[in-house]
């Protein structure tokens, strides 16, 4: 599966961004979907989960984006959006998605990475 990643931009702290990622095949009927994001100012950080939908449309996110992100799909076009309200500058990455796995203790990503898209917060 090949992701496309669109959205990102440059915005001020306290905006809003609404970032969308298109998968080349319908899977959402049968995975989960994941938003990851990484600086690529600090690249010892390692890639990290934001945001998460299974295929019953169940969403789970990180403790740092909790009530400003939501995460949702539309199966019917292969796309996943991630809606960045309130953003911080910590927030600046790379951001990126995936399909999802589950080991029954964590996700993990099971495709390969798309080109992502940068997203800038200045304060």
């Known amino acids: 599966v090949d992701f496309v990643e669109s959205g990102g931009g440059l915005v001020q702290s306290g905006g809003s961004l609404r970032l969308s990622c298109k998968a080349s095949?319908?899977?959402?009927?049968?995975?989960?979907m994941g938003w990851y994001r990484q600086d690529p100012g600090d690249p010892g950080k390692q890639r990290e989960l934001?945001?998460?939908?299974?295929?019953?449309?169940?969403?789970n996110y990180a403790e740092s984006v909790e009530g400003r992100f939501t995460i949702s799909r539309d199966n019917a076009k292969n796309t996943v959006y991630l809606q960045m309200d309130t953003l911080k500058s910590e927030d600046t990455a790379k951001y990126y998605c995936?399909?999802?796995?589950?080991?029954?203790?964590?996700?993990?990503?099971?495709?390969?990475w798309g080109q992502g898209t940068q997203v800038t917060v200045s304060s």
């Open positions: 995936n399909t999802l796995a589950n080991n029954g203790i964590t996700y993990y990503p099971l495709d390969s």
């Open positions: 934001v945001a998460s939908i299974d295929s019953g449309g169940h969403t």
């Open positions: 095949t319908n899977i959402f009927d049968v995975y989960a």
